[in-house]
């Protein structure tokens, strides 16, 4: 299944994540033969790390470490709890060793692990596969819900009374509750304001902008293009209107090169725009573009509370 956050959001939510790095490191490295040293005592080691860098996949026996005199050869013994480094110029007791997992592979499962859960937590209406919004990428609720869970995994794996652990497990939950309660509003949810449109700016550089609309959308979905034909102030810019046809979105043009005049200006199906800058001589950019995105007026409203209720649960770790 699909992992809501990364490595990069984990960091966001959670500025000191790269303190809970859970490597081990190994002390009291002695000469075992010649550049081969080793250490006693050690615990198991899978992966064994020398000032950060990962030394690769363990040689087959302890004698395969140094016969090449290759910097870097390791070897972990089960048998005797004892692992074997080789290094032809430093002493590793100069050197920081450590046994344990990489961070960021570490970090990546949590994720996963806190996407999983995530997806468990929910209420089953909710369809996973519709988290996107039209830019492609996850809701912010749900890749902050993740990030959170998963950073509260992290810390409690060495530290379960970690205070800010439980901070980040209350506002996870009570994310959870909201959404499953109909009170967070997810992209792809039809809500009773969808039909008057969503304002985005797609290449602006002009101080005469879109602030608002008025009216309801009449049709059912669609992405309306704007953009600016003629440059200029209020009474001379111009602006042109394309919505989608049959085929593809903002590809059907219907108004050309109307005048702004600043008051309230019809771009079809019932749904007006209104233009504005912050001064009298503000002025538009030729080509200035923006996108409306609606929904029809008598699409259902999927976010509403008052239409469907849930039981919300809590459970903790």
């Known amino acids: 299944m699909a992992t809501y956050a990364t490595n990069r959001d984990l960091k966001d939510v959670f500025p000191e994540v790269d303190s ?23 615990g198991l080691v899978t992966l064994l790390f020398a000032d950060g860098a990962d030394l690769g996949a363990a040689e087959s026996n302890s004698s395969d470490v140094d016969t090449s005199g290759t910097t870097g050869e390791w070897y972990y013994d089960s048998s ?9 110029t430093n002493n590793p007791n100069d050197m920081l060793m450590e046994s344990g997992e990489d961070f960021a592979t570490l970090k990546t499962r949590y994720l996963s692990n806190a996407s999983k859960y995530l997806n468990a937590m929910l209420d089953g209406t909710l369809p996973r596969e519709q988290f996107k919004g039209s830019d492609g990428s996850y809701d912010y ?12 995994f992290l810390i409690r794996s060495s530290d379960p009374t970690n205070e800010v652990a ?22 792809w949810q039809t809500t009773g304001d969808s ?44 602006y042109n209107v394309y919505v ?9 043009q219907v108004v050309t090169n109307k005048v702004i005049n600043g008051q309230y200006q019809s771009i079809g199906n019932g749904l007006e725009i209104r233009f504005q800058g912050s001064a009298d ?13 609606v929904s ?22």
């Open 296 to 317: 029809g007026r008598m699409e259902k409203v999927d976010n509403s509370s008052s239409i469907r209720s849930t039981r919300a649960s809590r459970l903790y770790v």
């Open 195 to 238: 039909s008057k449109g969503i304002i985005r700016e797609i290449s602006v550089s002009g101080a005469l902008l879109i602030v608002d609309t008025r009216g309801r959308y009449s049709g059912v979905y669609d992405r309306i293009k704007i953009t600016i034909g003629t440059g200029g102030v209020i009474g001379t810019a111009t």
């Open 281 to 293: 001589n503000s002025s538009a950019t030729t080509n200035d573009e923006w996108e409306i995105e």
């Open 141 to 152: 609720i749900i890749i902050r819900t993740t990030a959170l869970i998963a950073a509260a």
């Open 20 to 42: 809970f790095d859970t490597k081990t490191p190994i002390y009291g490295w002695v000469v075992d033969s010649g550049t081969r040293y080793r250490a006693d005592n050690c």
């Open 166 to 187: 439980i901070a980040m497990w209350e506002e996870a939950m009570g994310n959870i509750d909201s959404l499953n309660g109909g009170k967070t509003k997810l992209s």
């Open 80 to 88: 005797t709890d004892a692992v074997y480094y080789n290094h032809t």
């Open 244 to 252: 989608g046809s049959s085929e593809n979105l903002k590809t059907e």
